[in-house]
């Protein structure tokens, strides 16, 4: 299943232009996350005035259950569960779907999405916030949680562009992020920051495995269809 698939030409120029508008989405998140990081670190260590009034916001919502939820995501959404398990775990289920491309498509999402918020995080360096009550590594822009919960979730609705997995996906980095800044590991901005850098890392992606994952999905489409007959 290659590109040469897609031998009409107009079926070819559409191709194009998808891929043409997957890296554009992209690269414009991307940039962006960059310049917000940038325009942070130069003002040092003081942090965005929006940033200040969402910490004091959280803060008034202090409660155990609060406390629980946000220890919770910051358990499956990094670490080694979260790097390792749940990224791998979701490979394996699409493969054992039949969506070999889609699996290799996520991971390969990922490990750019990685790579990027550690290439931001040294280049900028930001302090975190000091009320900070969870373990986390050097560098607070961006949210690596956030950056992985966008990936993944753009990634499965490029696979499955469904409404359901598009709500699904909003609500979890929402929740992510909310989470992140709850337990004071974020600034707001660094969560904002990180839902750019994943979600543009899994569209630039998307358009390297844009044919194969339709190709893949009108083969899955036919034996259904098939099967049913």
Request: net charge neutral.
């Amino acid at each position: 299943m290659t590109d040469e698939t897609f031998t009409e030409p107009e079926a070819r120029r559409q191709l194009n232009a998808t891929r043409l508008w997957l890296v554009l989405a992209g690269l414009v998140l991307v940039v962006t996350a960059a310049a917000l990081g940038a325009w942070a670190f130069s003002l040092g260590d003081e942090p965005f005035a929006i940033d200040l009034w969402w910490n004091t916001l959280v803060v008034s919502w202090e409660s155990s259950f609060m406390l629980g939820f946000s220890l919770f995501m910051n358990f499956v959404g990094g670490g080694w569960f979260g790097v390792l398990v749940v990224p791998v775990g979701s490979a394996l289920a699409l493969l054992v779907a039949g969506h070999r491309w889609a699996a290799f498509y996520l991971l390969v999402a990922l490990i750019f999405s990685a790579g990027l918020v550690q290439i931001l995080k040294h280049l900028f360096g930001r302090i975190r916030p000091e009320e900070i009550i969870v373990l986390s590594d050097h560098g607070s822009f961006p949210s690596g949680h956030v950056a992985n919960a966008a990936t993944m979730s753009v990634a499965f609705l490029v696979i499955f562009p469904r409404l359901w997995v598009f709500i699904v996906g909003t609500a979890w980095v929402a929740l992510m992020a909310l989470s992140r800044t709850y337990v004071h590991a974020h600034w707001l901005s660094d969560t904002l920051g990180g839902a750019c850098v994943g979600g543009g890392a899994a569209l630039i992606v998307a358009a390297l495995f844009v044919a194969r994952l339709a190709v893949e999905d009108r083969a899955r489409t036919a034996t259904a269809l098939t099967g049913r007959a």
